[in-house]
């Protein structure tokens, strides 16, 4: 695996090893330890180069492009801070700008560990960091502007007037994050756990491709005869492994927790924890996990804006695969690999609405066909016809049954 810089990257000086470092122990710290694990890496850059692989910005480059951060501008806000859309003025190109939050302690060393695993880490499914500003005590980070949002904007709480995300665009948004999972615990060496997978992170571009953002809390994972990165217990609520939660040891399984979580929304359209559901159903995997011994149960998960268009075949193995990834000792959790080559698969089994009976949400059997099926005639085995309506008269001069 090999380490690229950005094209077009400019000369500047890098500011981040004495203003962040300096500011803030903890980012030197971190700074340290992955500069030397991935030294090796950058030995055999095809380039040779050893520098960030970003460009540097000026904060008055970023406030041009934001229009001086209007509100217009604003697509969302997290923990990190707001995020922003902006044009460069130096190439014309749609950019996505993250403004750190000053008054977040947290932040200097979220921010750092991001600059360096995005510049260091490249895949189709994970968002392309396109540079960053670290002028006096502003720090920002500008990406590839991802055009649908995230998958949380298509999966929860939409307004009515906006298209539900149907069952081959879900499989295929599952099996490209996994790659994105992939890439992180099996190419990158050492690997990485992304420690933060949610709907929320998982960012659509044209033709819902996703992507993983959003690396401040990724660690690089145990290395040697290690099984685990003993680390402060962060991420979000609902996601976290319980083993991590629990310990705060983490492991290369508690991501794999994290993905089951997000696959289970993608099927159920529930969201990891939501409160204004019945008492019992507040948390997604505690909801699920006894249904999941029921086959007869498993069409009652699926989500109900599906209006039953799904495969039932494919509906199975998806929450089989949902199943493995949320068991409670990460032993018995699949490794990344087999999730993605099991959605790989589902992804390419391409499901045509028109060409299958609706599936029912209370039974295994397919749903009444349309009424205009019901009420065609039907030859039965000595040749007599009957109609299939439900209270229909028999035809002048027919035969009883036999």
Known sequence: MGWFPCSGGRSKKNPLKKQLTDQNPSAAT???KLNNSFDKKKEVSKDGSTHIAAQTFTFRELA??????????????????RVYKGRLESTNQVVAIKQLDRN??????????????????????????????????????????MPLGSLEDHLHDLPSD???LDWNTRMKIAAGAAKGLEYLHDKANPPVIYRDLKCSNILLGEGYHPKLSDFGLAKL?????????STRVMGTYGYCAPEYAMTGQLTLKSDVYSFG??????ITGRKAIDNSR???????????????KDRRKFSQMADPTLQGQFPMRGLYQALAVAAMCVQ????????????VTALTYLASQTYDPEAHPVQSSSRLAPATPPRARRDTMEKKPNGVEREKAKGGTRNPGQASDP
């Open 30 to 32: 971190e700074k340290h």
């Open 162 to 164: 906006k298209k539900q």
């Open 278 to 292: 019945a008492a019992g159903e507040h948390n997604l995997v505690a909801w699920a996990r006894p249904l999941f």
């Open 221 to 229: 994972g145990p290395v040697g005869d290690k099984t685990h990165v």
């Open 64 to 81: 041009n492009a934001t229009k001086n951060f209007r509100v217009e501008c604003l697509l969302g806000e997290g923990g990190f801070g």
């Open 328 to 339: 409670e000792q990460p032993t018995m959790r699949p490794l990344i690999a087999d999730v």
């Open 104 to 145: 977040g302690l947290q932040g200097n060393r979220e921010f750092l560990v991001e600059v360096l695993m995005l510049s260091l880490l490249h895949h189709e499914n994970l968002v392309n960091l396109i540079g960053y500003c670290a002028d006096g005590d502003q720090r920002l980070l500008v990406y590839e502007y």
């Open 261 to 266: 979580v997000v696959l289970l929304e993608l």
